[in-house]
């Protein structure tokens, strides 16, 4: 009995990680929006999702923003120009930077389930430095126009 209830769990588990989805990030020196960004800069994701941050030019990488993200999320860093693989367990907003063109406004922003933390994401994008403040405010707006949709 207990080892067809352990079977049905495992293929349960299976099949869960079977219909979580995967979404690429590509890291861009020049894209559509312009230089140094993230494309798409805005995803919106279910939670168990995986981010592919793809660096497609030199010298980017892809790491979360500790002030943006949901209070239980894990941090990541990914390294210079290497792809990172991200998991996103915890509903919420997060936001997401390449380290050496942060000012330059290399940001992107995951949406996953429900937004519960996009005021505090809201205040974490306030204090981004340069250009990455006005991107954060546009994709935040964007965010914004989607919660209200759900």
């Not at 937004?115 to 505090?120: D, F, I, V």
């Amino acid at each position: 009995m207990f080892k067809t209830i352990l079977a049905g769990a495992l293929m349960a588990l299976a099949a869960a990680g079977a219909n979580a989805a995967e979404v690429e990030i590509k890291m861009l020196n020049k894209g559509a929006a312009g230089v140094m960004v993230f494309e798409p800069a805005l995803v919106k994701i279910a939670p168990g999702d995986m981010v592919k941050f793809v660096p497609t030019d030199k010298s980017h990488n892809a790491e979360s923003i500790p002030e943006m993200l949901p209070a239980s999320a894990e941090p990541f860093t990914g390294k210079m120009n290497e792809q990172v693989e991200v998991t996103f367990k915890e509903a919420g907003v997060y936001g997401v930077r390449c380290k050496p063109h942060y000012g330059m406004g290399m940001v992107a922003l995951v949406v996953v389930g429900e937004p519960t933390n996009l005021e505090a994401a809201s205040a974490g994008a306030a204090k981004a430095p340069g250009r990455a403040k006005q991107v954060f405010t546009d994709l935040i707006a964007k965010a914004n126009q989607i919660a209200k949709a759900q």
